[in-house]
């Protein structure tokens, strides 16, 4: 399987200008640990995760190091300590240096990735344009999908496509919602609001043309984490 076959799409992206006050609610309303920092035309300018504003002066959580250690310090570091401590917007928090990659690469050298770097998810990229997330969980979906290891068909591909174009038009929130198929088999993941809005994904699953079954491993979000999005 390669990116394309698992990445959840589309993204929930920010801009640079979206203040850090701003990204610390989303994160915690919409239950991701990072947002992608995207310009106007959806490229990538960097990442800001949980960590990056774990340091914060209104929290009195930033980093303080004591005299002689500003002695040897690299300014260079020390300027970076404040922008993450102090900044008020994305783009000045955000890592900038962000490991990506593009929708033909394997799920092996994704999960390598992840292992070298200790990171939880990378951005899938067309042309330098964020056009998805591979996450650790992707890759235990992908597993339980294709435990065979069988390569993925073009028609799984196409059929994915459908798939996906069939859930939004339901009118649900697929914001939580992927999609892997494996074999003509459509594998449903993640979390809907509603009942309704999990029986309406299922069923508009079942109604594309050669799907040969669908199974459903999609949860209804506890009511205290529903939000009005």
């Known amino acids: 399987m390669l990116a394309k076959d698992v990445m959840t799409t589309p993204v929930l992206t920010v801009g640079p200008e979206a203040t850090v006050m701003e990204v610390a609610r989303l994160l915690l309303e919409r239950h991701i640990s990072a947002v992608p920092v995207v310009d106007a035309e959806n490229r990538l300018l960097g990442v800001v995760s949980e960590g990056d504003l774990m340091r914060r002066t ?10 002689w250690l500003n002695l040897i ?8 300590d404040y922008l993450k401590s102090h900044g008020l917007h994305a783009g ?18 994704i999960a390598e990735l992840l292992e070298k770097h200790r990171i939880k998810r990378v951005p899938v990229l067309r042309d330098g344009k964020v056009v998805g997330i591979v996450s650790r969980a992707n890759l235990l979906q992908a597993l339980v999908a294709q435990p065979k290891a069988a390569p993925v068909t073009a028609d799984d591909r196409a059929l994915r ?9 339901t009118g649900a929130r697929t914001t939580y919602v992927n999609v892997i198929v494996a ?7 993640g979390m809907a609001h509603t009942d309704e809005e999990r029986g309406a994904l299922r069923v508009a699953a079942e109604s594309v043309p050669g799907v040969k079954s669908v199974e459903e491993k999609v949860n209804v979000l506890p009511r205290g984490a529903e939000r009005a999005w």
């Open 58 to 67: 209104e929290s009195g959580t930033e980093r303080h190091t004591s005299w």
């Open 73 to 80: 310090s690299d300014p260079q570091d020390d300027a970076r």
């Open 92 to 109: 000045e928090v955000m890592t900038r240096h962000v490991v990506s990659v593009s929708e033909e690469v394997a799920l092996q050298e």
């Open 161 to 169: 496509q459908d798939v996906l174009h069939a859930l939004s038009s």
């Open 183 to 189: 074999e003509g088999i459509v594998h449903l993941w």
